[in-house]
């Protein structure tokens, strides 16, 4: 969180604190995420862990990609770096959930 608000170009007040988070919001969209990589995983039929590593990064990469060019070009709330470094961050935590799902998939 501190990596990012350096790398911000946004004023003051834009970043929640800690303590000010909207927890449901949070859960809700990770949620949102973990069900879209299970459904792109399923449709791509890699029930496993290495297809579903795979899928995740994937996904995750083009995911991530559109949201922080998009961001990027209409607001002004990061520089390059933070965004670099967003998306692959993305990149690691889809592919180690598509991983996951992968797994739990080969189980069913």
């Given at each position: 969180?501190?990596?990012?608000?350096?790398h911000?170009?946004?004023?003051?007040?834009?970043?929640?604190?800690?303590?000010?988070?909207?927890?449901?919001?949070?859960?809700?969209?990770?949620?949102?995420?973990?069900?879209?990589?299970?459904?792109?995983?399923?449709?791509?039929?890699?029930?496993?862990?290495?297809?579903?590593?795979?899928?995740?990064?994937?996904?995750?990469?083009?995911?991530?990609?559109?949201?922080?060019?998009?961001?990027?070009a209409?607001a002004?709330?990061?520089?390059?770096?933070?965004?670099?470094?967003?998306?692959?961050?993305?990149?690691?935590?889809?592919?180690?959930?598509?991983?996951?799902?992968?797994?739990?998939?080969?189980?069913?």
């Amino acid at each position: 969180m501190d990596f990012m608000k350096t790398h911000s170009n946004a004023t003051a007040g834009v970043f929640r604190t800690e303590g000010d988070m909207i927890w449901w919001s949070m859960v809700v969209g990770n949620l949102a995420y973990g069900f879209l990589l299970s459904y792109v995983i399923g449709k791509a039929g890699a029930h496993s862990v290495g297809g579903g590593f795979k899928t995740g990064l994937i996904t995750a990469l083009l995911v991530s990609t559109t949201n922080n060019c998009i961001m990027y070009a209409l607001a002004n709330l990061t520089d390059t770096t933070g965004m670099v470094v967003d998306i692959a961050a993305s990149t690691v935590e889809g592919a180690i959930v598509g991983a996951i799902v992968g797994w739990v998939q080969s189980k069913v």
